[in-house]
């Protein structure tokens, strides 16, 4: 048996969340096509026959300016540590070097988004800057949203995995629960449905989650937001924003819970909350 810990890290919005998906064939992490999706370490647990993968998706890196960029980075950062192996995501529009210089355990690179390349061979001239790296040990190109190279890059990572037992149950997904991810859910569609600068002003409180014998179960959601002007924003005229928000949201709940739920939201101002540490570890991000 061979199991071990990947840490997936990288530039904000370069595809790490995504990448995980795929690994994993099930949609477990946000994902947003703005900066900044992720804010939490997450476990995402892939376990076949013969090996146990237990990646951290992590956020971006990136230079933080207030207190709860500052407190995901340090939990970027932490994991780069702690793990047997990396897996470094990157674009293939620019060389990444300060990245790759802050790894510290042999790791392989992923190059997504090459779909996005207008000029292949450009690829060739970056793959050798990175090569020069010793702990990388591997380049792959990805295309993470149109699952190519994934499997090769499953392929090379078991290749790296330790001589090792089982971490985790074989049936485990994640370290987190549903509550976790039902505000994760509902944080994802806020970051994909409101424009600029709203979704960073917003964090999920999960109020209530109450499974019923009968009929659909109960969510009860809070979303924090900065302002008053944008807790209307959220809300939207005549409640039609909020309204398509729940919809997405409770659609994506109730596929993954796999039984019909009854999802109420509540918007609530906390001022400030993004630079107040004490609101920030009220809120889950400690
Ligand atoms: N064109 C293209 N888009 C991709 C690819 N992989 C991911 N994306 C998109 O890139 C955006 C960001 O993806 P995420 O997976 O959220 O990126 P991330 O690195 O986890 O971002 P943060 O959590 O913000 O650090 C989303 O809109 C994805 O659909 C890819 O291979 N090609
Ligand atoms: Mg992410």
């Given at each position: 048996?061979?199991?071990?810990?990947?840490t997936?890290?990288?530039?904000?919005?370069?595809?790490?969340?995504?990448?995980?998906?795929?690994?994993?064939?099930?949609?477990?992490?946000?994902?947003?096509p703005?900066?900044?999706?992720t804010?939490?370490k997450?476990?995402?647990?892939?376990?076949?026959?013969?090996y146990?993968?237990?990646?951290t998706d992590?956020p971006?890196?990136?230079?933080?300016k207030?207190?709860?960029?500052?407190?995901?980075?340090?939990h970027a950062?932490?994991?780069l540590?702690?793990t047997?192996?990396?897996?470094?995501?990157?674009?293939?529009?620019r060389?990444e070097?300060?990245?790759v210089?802050?790894?510290?355990?042999?790791?392989?690179?992923?190059?997504?988004?090459?779909?996005?390349l207008?000029?292949?061979?450009?690829?060739?001239p970056?793959?050798?800057?990175?090569?020069?790296?010793?702990?990388?040990q591997?380049?792959?190109?990805?295309?993470a949203?149109?699952?190519?190279?994934?499997?090769?890059?499953?392929?090379?990572l078991?290749?790296?995995l330790?001589?090792?037992?089982?971490?985790?149950?074989?049936?485990?997904?994640?370290?987190?629960?549903?509550?976790?991810?039902?505000?994760?859910?509902i944080?994802?569609?806020?970051?994909?449905?409101?424009?600029?600068?709203?979704?960073y002003?917003?964090?999920?409180?999960?109020e209530?989650?109450?499974?019923r014998?009968?009929?659909k179960?109960?969510?009860?959601a809070?979303?924090?937001?900065e302002?008053?002007t944008?807790?209307?924003?959220?809300?939207?005229k005549?409640?039609?924003?909020?309204k398509?928000?729940?919809?997405?949201?409770?659609e994506?709940?109730?596929?993954?819970?796999d039984?019909?739920?009854?999802l109420?939201?509540?918007?609530k101002?906390?001022k400030?909350?993004?630079?107040?540490l004490?609101?920030?570890?009220?809120?889950?991000?400690?």
């Amino acid at each position: 048996m061979k199991s071990g810990f990947v840490t997936i890290v990288g530039r904000p919005n370069v595809g790490k969340s995504t990448i995980l998906n795929r690994l994993l064939g099930t949609k477990l992490v946000a994902v947003a096509p703005k900066p900044q999706t992720t804010r939490h370490k997450v476990l995402g647990i892939l376990t076949e026959e013969d090996y146990q993968i237990v990646f951290t998706d992590t956020p971006g890196i990136f230079k933080p300016k207030y207190a709860l960029q500052k407190v995901m980075v340090k939990h970027a950062l932490s994991t780069l540590e702690d793990t047997d192996l990396t897996l470094v995501v990157v674009e293939p529009f620019r060389m990444e070097t300060d990245i790759v210089e802050k790894l510290s355990h042999p790791a392989i690179l992923a190059i997504n988004k090459v779909d996005l390349l207008k000029n292949k061979p450009k690829l060739l001239p970056l793959m050798d800057e990175y090569q020069k790296f010793k702990l990388i040990q591997e380049i792959i190109p990805t295309s993470a949203l149109y699952d190519k190279g994934i499997d090769e890059l499953k392929q090379e990572l078991v290749k790296l995995l330790p001589d090792e037992e089982l971490y985790y149950p074989g049936d485990y997904l994640s370290d987190k629960n549903e509550r976790f991810f039902a505000a994760e859910i509902i944080r994802e569609k806020i970051f994909i449905l409101y424009g600029q600068e709203v979704p960073y002003a917003t964090t999920v409180v999960i109020e209530d989650f109450k499974e019923r014998e009968r009929g659909k179960y109960f969510i009860g959601a809070t979303i924090y937001v900065e302002r008053r002007t944008e807790k209307m924003i959220i809300i939207g005229k005549g409640g039609r924003a909020i309204k398509e928000l729940g919809r997405r949201a409770r659609e994506e709940i109730e596929s993954r819970i796999d039984h019909p739920i009854y999802l109420e939201l509540w918007v609530k101002v906390r001022k400030g909350w993004r630079k107040n540490l004490q609101d920030i570890r009220e809120f889950g991000y400690g």
